[in-house]
């Protein structure tokens, strides 16, 4: 039985998969060209991250599909409930990321309140002449310990995170339409817990009392976060996305930061994913990452052991 990893696997994924019999292709396939493709090799499974699509189009064309598989969270890029109803399964690996993104939350927030990205961007420029006025220009950080970090979204990468800004002595609160307070599990290295119970409160208390506003949400049809979100948040705030794409306004963002109302911001995500908007990669006050929360060494290993083992259970 043939899988397509188009978007790659992990050789740990390759290598269970292949000791139970699949064969497994790493080719890239373009979008237009994987119709023909999947049917031409007899494809039965294909494997995709963020970047490939699995549209109605693909799913009608493609009889011999029985499996769809998403590394990661977000199956934004697949018609999941149409290829069920065709009776495709569909993966993914909800829990394999959570821990990576997270740590990339954190490095964002660490390199914000410490000017981190404006500062590796001058010093090679400047440091050696002018060492002292950088030194002035940077010398305003701030402590994370003590501000109050709120989450839209309670999700596992959202706990993920909020486990880190407590372990650094942040408060955190959330929002999400649950309505329930969500529980996050501070593990530490010589196998000690402590569960704490994080505030659910209303959207528009969150924007009002966070100091960091780091978002956890499916793609949305609009921004979540516009400009009458974010003239409600504190003067000086910052907001974090790792989430999707769309969610963040980016021409309001832009124009918050040039007003002063948004101190700083970090993106993984953008609206126009591979080509973010030029105003947004000049901007001096957004840490900038491109779509790397999943990707690490670790994430990739454990995303690619759990499809396999989801993929030998259905398709055997």
Do not use: W
């Not at 949305?220 to 976060?225: D, E, F, G, S, Y």
């Not at 306004?249 to 953008?270: C, H, M, N, T």
């Amino acid at each position: 039985m043939k899988i397509l990893a188009n978007d790659g696997l992990n050789p740990a994924g390759v290598s269970m998969l292949e000791k139970n019999g699949f064969q497994v292709i790493l080719n890239k396939v373009a979008q237009e060209q994987l119709i023909n493709f999947i049917n031409e090799n007899q494809i039965a499974a294909i494997l995709v991250r963020s970047a490939t699509k699995v549209r109605k189009d693909i799913i009608d064309a493609c009889p011999g599909l029985k499996l769809i598989g998403r590394g990661g969270v977000g199956m934004d890029n697949i018609d999941v409930a149409y290829a069920r109803e065709k009776g495709i399964h569909v993966i993914n690996t909800p829990a394999a990321s959570s821990d990576s993104v997270a740590e990339l939350a954190m490095a964002h927030l660490y390199g914000m309140v410490r000017f981190l990205p404006d500062s590796n961007r001058n010093m090679p420029l400047e440091g050696d002449k002018h060492f002292a006025d950088l030194k002035k220009k940077y010398a305003k950080g701030q402590e994370l310990k003590g501000k109050t970090l709120g989450l839209i979204g309670t999700g596992r990468i959202a706990m993920a995170l909020a486990e880190r800004a407590i372990g650094v002595g942040m408060k955190v609160i959330a929002h999400s339409p649950s309505g329930k307070n969500p529980q996050t599990t501070l593990r530490f290295f010589d196998g000690r817990e402590m569960t704490f119970s994080i505030e659910n409160i209303s959207l528009d208390h969150l924007l009002a009392q966070s100091d960091f506003i780091s978002l956890h949400v499916p793609k949305l049809a609009k921004p979540l976060i516009d400009k009458a979100a974010m003239d409600k948040m504190k003067d000086g705030s910052a907001i974090i996305n790792t989430s999707r794409g769309g969610i963040v306004d980016e021409e309001a963002l832009l124009a918050a930061i040039e007003s002063g109302k948004i101190r700083y911001a970090a993106l993984d995500v953008f609206d126009n994913e591979p080509q973010p908007a030029v105003k947004i990669l000049m901007c001096t006050d957004i840490s900038l990452s491109p779509h790397i929360g999943a990707s690490t060494v670790e994430a990739q290993e454990r995303i690619g052991e759990e499809l396999a083992e989801q993929m030998i259970t259905l398709l055997k």
